[in-house]
Nanobody, 123 residues
Framework: VQLQASGGGLVQAGGSLRLSCAAS????????VGWFRQAPGKEREFVATISWSGGSTYYADSVKGRFTISVDNAENTVYLQMNSLKPEDTAVYYC?????????????????WGQGTQVTVSS
């Protein structure tokens, strides 16, 4: 499966962005999908994950209450709605798909990765 992340950009603190992760080759059916981010000089970290059915989600504490992950299986796309953005949210955001169908939090359980989209939040 090929993943294409998009929707990043430059936004002021307190603003919003919606990231999209579109799949091609195979559908998201039976794949859990996650979002990760990597800031300069830091390791890639987990942000959010959603089960293949969309029925289960899980968030990192740092984004809980501000970010929402969702899936549109008809469009074969997973979204990450990011509200109340902070400068510390600045990073390259990656989407990934896991062979497991339930929520997946560990980076090593993801099999397919998109190319990343830059999110910059100015103070």
């Amino acid at each position: 499966v090929q993943l294409q992340a998009s929707g990043g950009g430059l936004v002021q603190a307190g603003g919003s962005l919606r990231l999209s992760c579109a799949a091609s080759g195979r559908t998201f059916s039976r794949y859990a999908v996650g979002w990760f981010r990597q800031a300069p000089g830091k390791e890639r970290e987990f942000v959010a994950t959603i089960s293949w059915s969309g029925g289960s989600t899980y968030y990192a504490d740092s984004v809980k209450g501000r970010f929402t992950i969702s899936v549109d299986n008809a469009e074969n796309t997973v979204y990450l709605q990011m509200n109340s953005l902070k400068p510390e949210d600045t990073a390259v955001y990656y989407c990934a798909a896991s062979r497991y169908s339930d929520i997946v939090r560990q980076i090593y359980d993801y099999d397919y990765w998109g190319q990343g989209t830059q999110v910059t939040v100015s103070s």
